[in-house]
């Protein structure tokens, strides 16, 4: 009887996640990131919003990464996932982190930027050209952090062979540079980080700057870059610094409904100003930088609810 239960219970799952052709909108996961990060805590915010105000259910997932992420939208085992536009990139076009292109997704909405930060100690350190020969922590090796170093170390005409890397995470990164083991460290995230505010607190922080020379050449070879800028007092530093910063997007798998995709969009963005005290990220959310995605297209629900507020999406 316990294993005929069971089968049934199974069995009701599996309509309940394929009714209506595909991926349904009554059962969208949502893949997020780690239980102490930004992606997971915002998404299941998120999530428990839309399944309790626009129709549908969504249920955020602890993730592990961009890359997982979307390989998890390939596998089926999510229909919706967070992940950094320049990985969305690198998996749409078959490069860097993926063997093969990946198309069975597209993009919902960019919801908030994540910004390159090269961090030192050494005040003498002001340009990226000023990193040639100094120890740089450059992210995990094959993670979008590495990547993103080494598209701005090539901007300069640097290799990762001009300096001496080391392959730390954000916490692993401040502690080397407390501890004078490194010069200088890439740390890809909302400013301002967790580990480079508490490295503030006993250290005077530096940011190095971008020249606006240099953000034009990124721009144009890497269009998933965007230029922004980090105010002085995010760490105390000297002056405001110019960088560029990847975004944190929103994905869904191509099968899931157009209602679907377009009731949580129009949740996402109508419902924002008035749902910054569930989380601050809504403060950063905008219509346009939303519909700013150009490397992947647009779900036709998503296409559709932009275009209502007059934006014109890549499709």
Known sequence: MKKFMALVLSLALVIAMTGCGG??????????GGESGTYYAFGSVIAQHATNNAGIKVVGVVGNGSQKNVNELKDGTAELAFCQSDVMAYAYSGTNLFDAPIKNFSTVAALYTEQVQIVTLDENIKTVADLAGKKVSIGAAGSGVYFNAIDILGAYGLTENDIEPTYQSFG?????????????????????????????????????????????????????????????????????VTTVGVGAVVLVRNDVSEDAVYALVKDIFDNAADLVSSHAKYGELSLEYGASITSVPYHAGAAKYFEEKGYTVAK
């Not at 740390?187 to 971008?210: E, H, N, R």
């Open 23 to 32: 991926s349904s909108s009554a059962n969208l996961r949502f893949v997020t």
């Open 172 to 240: 692993d990164s401040a502690d080397a540079l407390k501890d004078g083991q490194i010069d200088a460290a890439f740390i890809v995230a909302g400013a301002p980080t967790t580990a480079v505010t508490d490295l503030s607190t006993t250290k005077q922080v530096y940011l190095v700057s971008l020249d606006a020379e240099h953000v034009a050449g990124l721009l144009a070879s890497s269009p998933y870059y965007a230029e922004c800028t980090i105010s002085a007092d995010t760490y105390g530093m000297p002056n405001d």
